[in-house]
């Protein structure tokens, strides 16, 4: 259900913009760039790239679908690479920032991807579940 609706929302996205996406498909859109992105290149692609405009989108989606863990995973991820700020929504703001990170910051944002590839929620499950209740 949940992978193969996301080629509708990617293409309303792409013609209306994410504010003209419901509720629903915004939790699609938010949560499949995220695993995309981080699948891709980790936690710093994701930040990186567009998909990073909706970090804060993105958590409130997490914690909806109940992916609690991946919620968590986020956050960390915000705290190495913002130093306790929310991402800018602004992609060169944030890339600024991602730039200037350090060895030890990158090295932990490393560890923590490996965590995500290694140990982390069944999120398409957990989609599936979150839809098949509407």
């Known amino acids: 259900m949940y992978p193969e609706i996301m080629d509708s929302v990617a293409d309303k996205y792409f013609q209306l913009g994410f504010d003209k996406l419901n509720d629903d498909e915004k939790i699609i859109y938010c949560v499949w760039w995220l695993e995309a992105e981080v699948n ?3 936690s710093h692609q994701y930040f990186f790239n567009s998909a990073g405009d909706y970090t804060a989108e993105t958590l ?6 109940g992916a609690n863990q991946t919620k968590k995973w986020l956050e960390q991820a915000v705290l190495i690479a913002f130093k306790h700020q929310h991402p800018p929504k602004d992609r060169k703001e944030r890339q600024a920032i991602l ?8 090295k932990l ?3 923590l991807d490996e965590d995500f590839y290694e140990n982390g929620e069944n999120i398409t499950g ?3 579940k979150y839809f098949s209740h509407k």
Request: aromatic letters at 0%; proline letters at 0%; hydrophobic letters at 45%.
């Open 40 to 42: 891709n290149g980790g």
């Open 60 to 65: 409130l989606a997490l914690e909806k679908i």
């Open 99 to 106: 730039i200037k990170l350090n060895d030890n910051d990158l």
């Open 109 to 111: 944002l490393d560890d």
């Open 126 to 128: 957990l989609m599936n």
